[in-house]
């Protein structure tokens, strides 16, 4: 897609970080947008600042780990806007410590926002997209799942959070095959950022009462967050950096949007010690002073 005045653009996790770049990169560009979040009060005053602008913006409180919620994000698209084309799943939380110290429900926490959160919106808008560009002849569509490096790496202390990430790398791989295989005019990337300073270090902000713990955090949950604090505010790239490189890549139809690239060199690591069926290296053996210190 290199054209993007007046298409429509989807945007969830709208309201901070990575989501309210991509709004404002959208706005500029002169794109017509949708934005969603569960947080209400971030998510008015986006749309208030952007409208401010002269752009043409709608949103609505969406909680992307729900079916109906999603659902009624691509209604109010549909009937604002009367298509889409560009769609950012980008909704994210945090949760860290030592894998089998993780709470059911920071698993069902976790796991509905960051996989099934991209699972609805791909399940959701994709079959709109289809039908819409067999409408119309020139449709260009675009999908961009927000991953992580935590899903091309497995650090410690990141359990959960690695998992959901690992999932949306396979599921917009997936995604990127299937829709070459029907030839569709929808293009897609996956976005694998590492640390950079936005609010995803205070996710529990968003946490739904259902799904927060009763007991106090483990010693190894408060490492996660100590560590996870310090690697956020630390990032030296932006996240209107992050917006950027994505639309360049849209630009460029690329699939893997990397945006560290001195992170790939513990890719790569991980990829040998696959290839060579060595057990696996510790993912900070390249960046010691950022590992994690337990008490042993
Ligand atoms: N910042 C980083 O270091 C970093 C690195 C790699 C990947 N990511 C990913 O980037 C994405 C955006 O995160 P960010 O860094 O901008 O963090 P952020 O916390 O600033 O923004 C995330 C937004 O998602 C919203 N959200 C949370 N739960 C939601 C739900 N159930 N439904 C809808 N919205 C919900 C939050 O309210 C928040 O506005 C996430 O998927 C995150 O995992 C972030």
Partial sequence: MRNFKNKVAVITGAASGFGREFANTGAKLGMKLVLADVFQKGLDQAIAELIATGAE???MRCDVSKAEDVEALAAL???SFGGVNLVFNNAGVGSGGLVWENTVKDWEWVLGVNVWGVIH???VFTPLMLAQSQREPDYEGYIVNTA???GLLSP???GAYN???HAVVALSETLFHDLNSVHAKIGCSVLCPAFVPTGISQSHRSRPEDLRNTAEPTESMKVAQTMTQKAVSSGKMTA???AEATFNAIREKRFYIITHAKIMATVKMRL???EHMTNPRDPFALKEDARPKLAS
């Fill in 163 to 165: 998992v959901s990430k």
């Fill in 272 to 274: 040998e010690d696959l």
């Fill in 148 to 150: 992580s490096m935590a």
């Fill in 121 to 123: 919106g791909v399940r």
């Fill in 240 to 242: 209107a950096d992050i």
């Fill in 77 to 79: 698209a549909m009937t």
């Fill in 156 to 158: 410690q202390l990141m």
């Fill in 57 to 59: 913006v709608v949103g």
